[in-house]
């Protein structure tokens, strides 16, 4: 050939690498003359220009280069082997580390060593395997064996080493006094008074670490988002930036503080439009916040209702932004945006940014690899672990586990655990209390990722209502919505894969609500595409509440001639449930809202158990809210009693379980459990069960270890200690002992003092009121003054015993219990020697 030199470069992905291990092998001629490249760039328009390493073998002579853009340089002495003048053939093995670079060259017939070159460079960390061959030589008949093995992951272009890197804990104090040229970032200051500090190194770091003296107080394999992601960490902590029309809301991803103080920020600016509610706490305690946006915001207006909400999977930080950009963009454009004002003014909006803020604060700060759950701790482990929680959107109670573990699961650390019950979580609970407080019309879930917007049913065999106008409704949005960044529109699709205990089916099946959920185009890409996205995903939800303000709909309220609310069942004659949906009015005002697929004639249906049903015909106009209200004239009738909320306030968000009537009507309220179907008040409970609503408001919380359940007693000389309850739950009685050397029992415990030896076991006497080892006799002690010493001990010794939990002053008991029993069998032995 007329060229100089052939380059090859495979395509296969496996030829990707930055760590690794290559193999080579050549049949040697007389005029070999390649070069293995590795962690090589090419520009497919000029392959020539190419940047990267190699190594080199011709004739005798083996050597490192580097290419910068075609431009070649020797790195390092050249090595000369002169055995490679006589082997028939050679294999080149070649590890490469971080920087270093080293290669072994073997006989390859014999398999001995023949020489080996070490080098160090940093200038090219990744890149693809490759061949070069000069063209004296008829290079690729030589080339019999080239192999690849990389070490480490890669995650979009970055890669990852494997192990190579940890996170250690170190005081802060250290970090002026490092070891000269150690590798090591610091990551974040830990501990409450920021003594600590979590740092990045190598294997290298950690040996100068150690070599140095330094106490390494905890090593982490886990990379965090905080680690990855530098915006966030020059963010961090800071209080929100105002600006002239609001805050700054782009500069970065936010944990569940940053969140926190975001709202709590648009909340004192824009008083008069927002409400902030807090509607339940996780298992770490943070808040779950909703801010209610509407015009008299104090009020409960005669307005359809829509939920926003991000992060049902705390780790999907791009459906945050979506979610926060919401209400940023519905308070920042209520002055000077009549689209907006419209919004506020006729609708009341419920944007709930951060649904798991647990798991959010686990994926940025504990480990990538946590934050899709929330967290809940699992079996006996204490504190978080990066694969515990439930899956928040596979714990809902609609359908739960109805598909078996196809696409939820029953392992507490499966990435899909749907929760030990449906809706056993405080996030769960927190927003079905909210939705059977509002009723929404309809609600968008953001999360990431697919360019995906999903309408209920997501369920494959669950039939949806017919005509479905939720399907309708999400074809108008994605319509209406810009291409993302990523170069598509978001399609509407049923589901990615057939789901049980999904928010959105709850919310369609218990209320009506037009519940979609978007899967963002990216997964928590950097900042050109992250708001980039947030501006082209702002439309889903502004035309969503357009269509709920434009109609078609029907709206009204059902109550009773005196204006009282009646929870009915409201239907539409015209569009077939299928699957046993009960859609009822709103406890506290007998409102109701329904987004209809379409203009023209309804008739719509309103049934309280017990009562002729009511209906009504209306025409809907295409753009048109039509208003339809039900007046229930028979007011004293028994079955309406039911059905009337006489205190309103008993369905607000705060509190849903009927107490007095011992009934529920949701799923749980703060200071409320449900167990079994039966309210209990938190606080309550018997043995080691205890309502605790705040950690679990539809089973029992495991009372405190060592608390009393059950009563100590003692029988025949047989005491038994008081039951406690155990670390990991239930009733755990105390073992029983014998009361030896003492015979009877002192009401609920052994006796302690004895008067003669009658009262003392066989080979012990009573001596000075007390039961000592030895044979009986029958010389009686005079015991008054003795005997109240040992009255005095034994009062001691109970005292001592109901410090610190009965469980561990039974243990002491028995304890000293055995070392008697043991004196006594001592005793007794040597009795029967002598005798
Ligand atoms: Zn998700």
């Known amino acids: 050939e007329e060229t100089k030199e052939n380059l090859w470069f495979p395509k296969s992905p496996a030829a990707e690498m930055a760590d690794g291990f290559i193999r080579a092998r050549f049949a040697l001629g007389d005029r070999l003359d390649s070069t293995v490249l590795f962690r090589a760039t090419v520009d497919p ?41 006589t082997a028939t053939s050679v294999e080149l093995a070649l590890w490469l580390v971080g920087p270093h670079m080293v290669a072994q060259l073997y006989d390859g017939k014999t398999l001995e060593s023949l020489g080996s070159l070490v080098i160090s460079d940093s200038t090219y960390p990744s890149g693809r395997l490759g061949l070069r061959t000069y063209v004296k030589q008829d290079a690729v008949s030589h080339l019999t064996h080239l192999s690849v093995r990389a070490a480490g992951t890669k995650t979009g272009s970055h890669w990852e080493p494997a192990g190579a890197r940890r996170f250690a804990e170190l005081d802060m104090s250290v970090l002026s006094d490092l070891p000269v040229g150690i590798d090591l970032e610091v990551v ?50 800071k209080a929100p930036e105002r600006t002239a029309t609001g805050f700054r809301t782009d500069a970065s991803y936010k944990d569940a503080d940053m969140v926190e103080a975001l709202i709590r920020a648009y909340h004192e600016r824009f008083p008069a439009i927002t409400k902030l509610v807090e509607l339940g706490q996780t298992h770490e305690g943070r808040p779950i916040l909703a801010l209610k946006i509407s015009d008299n915001v104090e009020q409960d207006e005669d307005e359809p209702a829509v939920l926003l909400n991000g992060a049902h999977h705390g780790e999907e930080l791009l459906s945050i932004e ?57 079996g006996d482990e204490e504190g978080f672990q990066t694969r515990n929680g439930v899956d ?12 078996g573990e196809a696409t939820s699961s029953s392992d507490p650390r499966h990435s899909w655990y749907r929760g030990p019950v449906a809706g056993s979580e405080p996030e769960t609970q927190a927003m079905m209390r909210l939705a059977d407080s509002e009723h929404f019309a309809a609600s968008l879930s953001y999360h990431t990722l697919g360019t995906l917007l999903l309408v209920p049913y997501t369920i494959d065999n669950v039939q949806n209502p017919q005509p479905n106008e939720a399907w309708g ?35 369609r099946a218990a209320h009506g609500t037009v519940a979609l959920m978007i899967e963002g185009p990216f997964s928590s890409p950097s900042e050109t595409k992250r708001l980039a996205s947030v501006e082209s995903t702002r439309e889903t939800w502004m035309s969503l509440v357009d269509r709920v303000l434009d109609g078609p709909s029907v709206y009204g309220s059902v109550h009773t001639a005196s204006g009282e609310p009646v929870v009915a069942k409201v239907s539409i004659d015209e569009v077939k449930l299928l699957e046993g949906e009960v859609w009822t009015s709103r406890c506290r005002d007998g409102r109701f809202e329904r987004l209809l697929p379409g203009e023209g004639s309804y008739t719509v249906r309103v049934e309280v158990a017990g009562l002729e049903p009511m209906t009504k015909s209306v025409k809907v106009r295409a753009g048109a809210r039509k208003r339809v209200d039900f007046e229930l004239a028979n007011a004293g009738n028994a079955a309406l009693v039911d059905a009337l909320c006489s205190d309103r306030s008993l369905c607000s968000a705060q509190t849903v379980c009927e107490a007095e009537a011992g009934r529920c009507v949701s799923p749980g309220a703060p200071s409320w459990c449900r167990l079994d179907g039966v309210c209990h008040e938190a606080g309550s409970g018997e043995g080691c069960e205890r309502c605790e609503p705040s950690r679990l408001a539809l089973e029992w919380s495991a009372a405190p270890t060592g608390t009393a359940c059950g009563a100590a007693s003692c029988e025949a000389g047989i005491e038994h200690g ?21 015979l009877a029992c002192d009401g609920g415990a052994c006796a302690r003092s004895c008067r003669s030896d009658g009262d003392c076991v066989d080979g012990a006497r009573c001596e000075g009121g007390s039961c000592v080892a030895g044979e009986a006799s029958s010389t009686a002690a005079s015991l008054t003054a003795v005997r109240s010493v040992g009255e005095q001990e034994s009062a001691k010794d109970r005292a001592s015993s109901s410090e610190g939990g009965c469980q561990q002053g039974s243990t002491r008991g028995r304890d000293s219990g055995s070392m008697l029993l043991l004196a006594m069998g001592l005793g007794a032995l040597a009795l029967s020697l002598r005798a």
């Open 473 to 507: 409704i999400a074809e108008a949005i994605a319509e209406l919505t810009p291409e993302q960044p990523n170069g598509r529109k978001y399609k509407v699709v049923r589901n990615m894969y057939s789901v049980d205990g999904v928010d959105q089916d709850w919310l």
């Open 45 to 85: 328009n000029d392959v020539i220009g190419f940047s990267g390493y190699g190594l080199s073998i011709a004739r005798d002579v083996v050597e490192f280069h580097r290419w910068d853009r075609g431009e070649v340089q020797a790195m390092g002495e050249s090595t000369r082997i002169k055995s490679l003048r």
């Open 322 to 378: 979506f979610a926060l950009d919401a209400m940023a963009t519905l308070l920042e454009g209520y002055k000077g945006d009549s689209r907006i004002k419209r919004m506020v003014n006729g609708a009341e909006l419920w944007v709930v940014p951060l649904v798991n803020p647990d798991g959010a604060q686990h994926h940025i700060t504990a480990s990538l690899r946590a934050g899709r759950k929330n967290g809940r701790p699992a």
């Open 188 to 237: 974040e200051p830990r501990g409450e008074d920021q003594s600590r500090v979590l740092v990045n190194t190598d294997r290298r770091g950690l040996e100068l670490l150690r070599r140095a003296g330094v106490t390494i107080h905890k090593l982490e394999p886990e990379a965090t988002f905080a680690f990855l992601d530098s915006d966030y960490r020059k963010q961090r902590g």
């Open 392 to 403: 928040l959107n596979r714990n809902y109670p609609f359908r739960w586990h109805s598909q």
């Open 722 to 742: 008081a039951a406690s309850c155990a670390a990991r739950g239930g009733c755990v009685a105390a073992e029983a002992q014998s009361c030896a050397p003492y």
